[in-house]
């Protein structure tokens, strides 16, 4: 699933191409993606239609479109595309909505799982995900804030880091990412964080998710693509996501994956320790 720096690429290229844009037409090719709005594909046709692209803004793993005081929140969910094309283009194999602007051009949205969704939110220009907390992108963001409301939980670190009500946009290539280099165990207990650790594995957060932006994002397959339809080369750069067997880049052992959730987390044993004191989970 595209994590903050990935959607954030997505948002910054649709930014450059459709603020200042009105949308002439609308056609939804698929009920799914609208399934949110009470009267459907026909009502989401009849609210866009004429409306002009103020901006286009983000947060965690969220983006809209601000529309004056109205927003249109894009969810990319595991597989979802905006694509700025040609109406003449072949449309992608996909293809869930088109959005024809006032220059002639088509943003499309193409979502293969369909996991992902458009949601229209009257007045929600400002703030249409309020359940979701702030980034570290945020310009409110207080990392001092949130190490401290962590250490408060509970729970363990990369169960914090991926709890999108305390800290949002971090999923779990970049929760893996910032514990290795914080040097922290996935199951290592908030309650047992100093505030300087806990403020250290948010910052490296903070400064992988930095390094994954300017790479364009993660791709690991073609589901994932900036509206040009480039892939991000982050990928070359993790440390320990996705590398089971290989050596660390810190001390040369073999990294290994454990089960976390339903998902997998990769660490390694011998920098990456549980503390003393503590039962091992996995």
């Given at each position: 699933?595209?994590?903050?720096?990935?959607?954030?690429?997505?948002?910054?290229?649709?930014a450059?191409?459709?603020?200042?844009?009105?949308?002439?037409?609308?056609?939804?090719?698929?009920?799914?993606?609208?399934?949110?709005?009470?009267?459907?594909?026909?009502g989401?046709?009849?609210?866009?239609?004429?409306?002009?692209?103020?901006?286009?803004?983000?947060?965690?793993?969220y983006?809209?479109?601000?529309?004056?005081?109205?927003?249109?929140?894009?969810?990319l969910?595991?597989?979802?595309?905006?694509?700025?094309?040609?109406?003449?283009?072949?449309?992608a194999?996909?293809?869930?909505?088109?959005?024809?602007?006032?220059?002639?051009?088509?943003?499309?949205?193409?979502?293969?799982?369909?996991?992902?969704?458009?949601?229209?939110?009257?007045?929600?220009?400002?703030?249409?995900?309020?359940h979701i907390?702030l980034?570290?992108?945020?310009?409110?963001?207080?990392?001092?804030?949130?190490?401290?409301?962590?250490?408060?939980?509970?729970?363990?670190?990369?169960?914090?880091?991926?709890?999108?009500?305390?800290?949002?946009?971090i999923?779990?290539?970049?929760?893996?990412?910032?514990?290795?280099r914080?040097?922290?165990?996935?199951?290592?207990?908030?309650?047992?964080?100093?505030?300087?650790?806990?403020?250290?594995?948010?910052?490296?957060?903070?400064?992988?998710?930095?390094?994954a932006?300017?790479a364009?994002?993660?791709?690991?397959?073609?589901?994932?693509?900036?509206?040009?339809?480039e892939?991000?080369y982050?990928?070359?750069?993790?440390?320990?996501?996705?590398?089971?067997?290989?050596?660390?880049?810190?001390?040369?052992?073999?990294?290994?994956?454990?089960?976390?959730?339903?998902?997998?987390?990769?660490?390694?044993?011998?920098?990456?320790?549980?503390?003393?004191?503590?039962?091992?989970?996995?």
């Open positions: 699933m595209p994590e903050l720096p990935e959607v954030e690429v997505v948002r910054r290229g649709l450059g191409l459709v603020t200042g844009r009105r949308i002439e037409a609308v056609h939804i090719l698929h009920p799914r993606p609208v399934r949110s709005h009470p009267s459907g594909a026909e989401m046709t009849r609210v866009l239609a004429g409306r002009t692209i103020d901006s286009v803004r983000r947060r965690g793993k983006m809209w479109l601000a529309l004056e005081s109205d927003a249109l929140v894009m969810h969910g595991m597989s979802g595309q905006f694509r700025i094309n040609d109406p003449a283009d072949d449309l194999r996909n293809t869930r909505a088109l959005f024809t602007l006032d220059d002639g051009r088509q943003l499309r949205f193409v979502d293969q799982r369909m996991f992902g969704g458009l949601e229209w939110i009257p007045g929600g220009a400002k703030s249409p995900v309020p907390a980034d570290p992108f945020d310009d409110d963001y207080d990392v001092v804030d949130v190490a401290r409301r962590m250490r408060a939980r509970r729970t363990t670190v990369k169960r914090a880091l991926l709890d999108q009500a305390m800290v949002s946009g999923g779990n290539i970049y929760a893996d990412e910032s514990l290795w914080a040097r922290l165990h996935f199951d290592h207990p908030t309650e047992r964080l100093t505030q300087r650790r806990a403020v250290d594995v948010l910052s490296h957060a903070h400064a992988v998710m930095s390094d932006l300017e364009g994002g993660t791709s690991f397959d073609s589901l994932y693509v900036n509206v040009n339809g892939s991000g982050f990928a070359r750069s993790l440390d320990v996501y996705g590398r089971e067997g290989l050596p660390c880049h810190r001390c040369g052992t073999a990294l290994v994956r454990r089960r976390f959730a339903n998902r997998s987390s990769f660490l390694c044993p011998k920098c990456q320790r549980m503390p003393k004191r503590v039962v091992k989970g996995t």
